[in-house]
């Protein structure tokens, strides 16, 4: 449990400490961008490998037990959080690492970016909080429950970053969209166009969830439809 909880820790800490402070800039100042990307790439798989073979190797303690209601919810949070990932990560975003070009173009919200100019890291977040719902052992709620601040807290450490880094360019595009989902549709800021999400990026999502689904036992010995 203890080494649960220091990958928790590193991981979270370095993308808060690092990746979203002023010490960012001070380390790309001295290496450059591409080499810190880099290392900050390697040093991130690294912590997520950590985490993952840490909370599998913990036995778990129930704390409570979820009410059967839940499952279904959890379920539906699960699907949608696979169709942003797999759609957020198969957009062009000038959210993404790497994507930042796409600003000097002034570019406006299209596609998925309509509903979140954050659909990958509101994917994790639905997904961590699924397990949540459904996984009430203390192991969980701090490897889920960090993957879950995590994506929260991540959307606005970026906007503010390329706020920073593009100043009028970062402001005409976040405009047009927002980093909470379908709120600046609600807004009047932008429409739903599902046309421009395109179809194969959905039916990526939904067969990626299908796999996972079917192969979740065998990978991760529990059943995610219960006991």
Do not use: C
Request: proline share 4%; charged share 10%.
């Amino acid at each position: 449990m203890i080494s649960l909880l220091l990958a928790a820790i590193f991981f979270v800490g370095i993308h808060v400490l690092v990746s979203g402070t002023s010490l960012r800039a001070a380390i790309v100042a001295k290496t450059g961008e591409v080499v810190y990307q880099t290392a900050f790439s390697v040093v991130s798989l690294l912590g997520l490998i950590w985490l993952g073979f840490a909370y599998a190797a913990v036995e778990p303690v129930e704390l409570w037990e979820p009410a059967a209601w839940l499952r279904p919810i959890a379920h539906l949070l699960t699907l949608l959080s696979f169709l942003f990932v797999a759609i957020g990560v198969a957009t062009p975003s000038p959210t993404a690492v790497g994507g930042e070009a796409a600003l000097r173009e002034g570019v406006t919200a299209t596609g998925i970016q309509r509903i979140t100019r954050h659909p990958f890291l509101w994917g994790v977040a639905l997904w961590a909080l699924a397990h949540l719902l459904v996984s009430a052992t203390l192991a969980s709620l701090i490897f889920f429950g960090s993957l879950l601040l995590l994506a929260l807290v991540g959307p606005p450490s970026i906007d503010a970053k390329r706020e920073r880094m593009f100043g009028e360019q970062w402001t005409q595009f976040a405009e047009s969209t927002s980093s909470v989902p379908f709120l600046a549709i609600s807004q009047g800021r932008n429409s739903l166009e599902l046309a421009e999400i395109g179809w194969w990026r959905a039916a990526l999502g939904l067969v990626l969830y299908a796999v996972f689904l079917g192969t979740h036992t065998w990978l991760f010995g529990a059943s995610p439809f219960g006991a």
